[in-house]
């Protein structure tokens, strides 16, 4: 018997997948260096269409040709050695599928070099954590288009289904496009996640409220506009207890939020386009900051908080609440998209940002009911330049912009931090802004470096410098 698919790389993810190919009727040949994993697997695999095999030469030969091939196995050095390994025994026509985390720029390098042996890659985005692997997660592929055919049908089979039944995978453009549009997946996440986290602590801090209560709010949030994974999650966190005390979970939890670098990239990225990003950035800083938990204390201790006591209405300020995070997700959203769009324009990978909305709809960890809002507005508009330009977002912003801006000036006057939901205010102020101060800043850029302006009465990409000394 020759297997379908082969996958390398025996984790969690890995052998989650496998079981999600093997349940929609494809066999499946595995491997992994690590003799716990692969017994892991043989246990897990017993009495399917399903086999563990202890080399790379062993897997080609379990394989039918062209021979496709899954890695599973951690981002950068590990990916290089498994394809050192696997791209001398295999043949032109051959495919290597990459499933983690990897940088776009590496996937690019990769798909050139395989290319040049006519051996076919994908970089795959895979989103939706270990139970997305195993009951539909949300494929992002991209790289060979020749590639696309052999696994279409298999990644439409194991991938999650929107409420329409759409599979939530979706060719996304050659080179590194697939792990690019991952990357601004979990910078999304960061901004998203950041604001829940904000919104959670404005109710605990400022509101006293206790866990059930607020696991209550989040509850009815998820039944509404703000239907979403996290938003569901979040409920369900704040509804547990921990054993040992019988106190919220949550309150068990150390303050120090870790990262694997997605988030980071997702920031770099808007920087090397020139496209702002601010609020999945303060989101990135926000993990920074709150590692520096020693210093914090300390900090807390020598400088005061302001002293103001919350007064306003409670349940009137938690709707508030509720629409400033609304505002601040859209915000959120759209300098990501606005990054794809940058993105795209320099790299040539006709991006359907209409199909990535709609390819995030199920089976991912941002999977949000407003994304059918977002197809909706790039299938009408592939052009549009702004997500908050679209009228049904531009309609909602305006709608919130006082309860939005209610919060945080309350979290200002209060000492409450609120990075991501600041910032996200502060983008859709500058973005709506006809004027900016930047006509100050480039006088300062000249006046100090002789670097030169633009006249508002001269044709845009004619460049004057003024002599501000001799002019004093």
Known sequence: MKFQIGLVGLGVMGRNLALNMERNGFSVCAFDIDEQQRQKAQEAFSNKKMSVVTSFNDLLFALERPRKIMM???????????????????????????????????????????????????????SGGEEGALHGPSLMPGGNPQAWPLIEDLFSAIAAKTEDGAPCAAWIGEGGAGHFVKMVHNGIEYGDMQMICESYFLMKQLLQMPAQEMSAVFQKWNQGELDSYLIQITADILSKTNPETGQPMVDVILDTAGQKGTGKWTSQAALDFGVPAPTIAEAVFARFISALKEERVQASKVINSPQFQFKDDKKQFIDSLEQALYASKICSYAQGFQLMKAANDEFNWNLNLANIAQIWQGGCIIRAKFLIKIKQAFSENSNLDNLMLASYFREALQKRQTAWRKVVSTAALTGMPTPALSSALAYFDSYRSAQLPANLLQAQRDYFGAHTFERIDRPRGQFFHFDWQQNS
């Open 72 to 126: 599973m196995v951690p981002a950068g050095k590990a990916v290089d050695a498994v394809i050192d390994a696997l791209s001398p025994l295999l043949q032109s026509g051959d495919l290597l599928i990459d499933g983690g985390n990897s940088y776009f720029l590496d996937t690019e390098r990769r798909y050139k070099q395989l290319k040049g042996k006519g051996i076919l890659y994908i970089g795959t985005g895979v």
